[in-house]
């Protein structure tokens, strides 16, 4: 049968969620602890990648399991693992859904604080330059995007990917207590995609770039002069959607 595991990782330790062979991954962790107390080996199928750094308020796996699961084996599992990643729930699915292949929509924030904050350096970006962002100018932007399609001046260099095309649905900062958050969400992002975007819009902030350079980039597709990717540890995905036919509620 197959399942699908609801779960959200702070992911500072991780060199994201794919395995590499050197390096911790947040996909190797969760494998070894399913592995470790089903006492055999269980492969996941995570519905993306994220970098070194970034963190995920929620994300989906799949893995395929034949046997009864033992009982408490999601609190069991939860006490393996480390406090940096937990697992939600566990659900069966549609024998044909897939974690990645059929989300439609998925949404990241990128957070920043506008003073140091000791207690989210791991989780932000702490922004305390003397000179202040231009919002109103970021929000623009922001905005501008919306109205393309093609996003090829945000994608880092070595892809594979056969096509630019995103579906943006939302592109908009939000201004909280000490505090900036963006939020974007699209049915599929490219390499690099989010934290380019976000580094534009803060050289618009900044006065480093402006808007008619970003609209220039957009409609040539190509690269702008300055482009800026911002540290991962301010970047969360916080949502993704299933369609109703894959059993994912």
Known sequence: MKYFAELSYKGTNYCGWQKQPQDP??????????????GKEIEITGCGRTDTGVH??????????TEAFPEGFLRRLNK??????????IFEVAPDAHARYDAYHRAYE???ELQKNPFTQETALQYSYPQPLDLEAMQQAAR???????????CKTKTDVKTMRCELKRAEWVE???RLVFHIASNRFLRGMVRLIVGMCLNVGLGKTDIEEV???????????KSYSVPPQGLFLTDI???EKTGVV
């Open 25 to 38: 991954s947040v996909q190797e962790t969760i494998e070894d602890g399913f592995s470790t107390i089903l």
């Open 56 to 65: 995920a308020k929620q994300y989906f796996a799949h893995f395929i399991y």
């Open 80 to 89: 393996f693992l480390p406090k940096d990643i937990s697992v939600h729930r």
């Open 110 to 112: 990128y957070h920043i």
């Open 144 to 154: 501008l995007l919306l109205d393309y399609q093609e996003f090829f001046p945000f």
């Open 176 to 178: 909280e207590k000490g």
């Open 215 to 225: 609209k220039k980039a957009m409609d040539k597709q190509e690269r702008l002069k």
């Open 241 to 243: 959607r299933y369609p």
